[in-house]
């Protein structure tokens, strides 16, 4: 933005964006279209064209330390796991076929 020479610090950008937590890539580009309507003409392209880019090189905090879950189990020992699973029975049909509705024709 300082390179094409758009003035950022009157966009009120940090507080709009990061109000509810870092913001995502539709809201960040949302925001920034608003905020570009009347930057000259060609500006805004350069910008956007540099996104994925930028996305790349600075992943968001959240996709790069990644979360899961409470519920989530952790798995160490994989033979461990495999001992402890039992043998399912086998399929089973859902209806009988003798119950099944007959033509009267």
Request: aromatic share 10%.
């Amino acid at each position: 933005m300082q390179e094409n020479g758009v003035q950022i610090e009157d966009a009120e950008w940090s507080a709009s964006l990061f109000a509810d937590g870092e913001p995502t890539e539709t809201q960040f580009s949302a925001f920034w279209k608003n905020a570009l309507v009347e930057a000259p003409a060609g500006i805004p392209d350069k910008v956007f064209a540099a996104l994925p880019h930028l996305l790349e090189h600075f992943p968001a905090q959240k996709d790069a330390q990644g979360s899961l879950s409470e519920d989530v189990t952790h798995i160490k020992d994989i033979l461990e796991i495999r001992k402890s699973l039992k043998v399912s029975e086998y399929p089973k049909p859902l209806v009988a076929w003798n119950d099944l509705p007959t033509p009267k024709f």
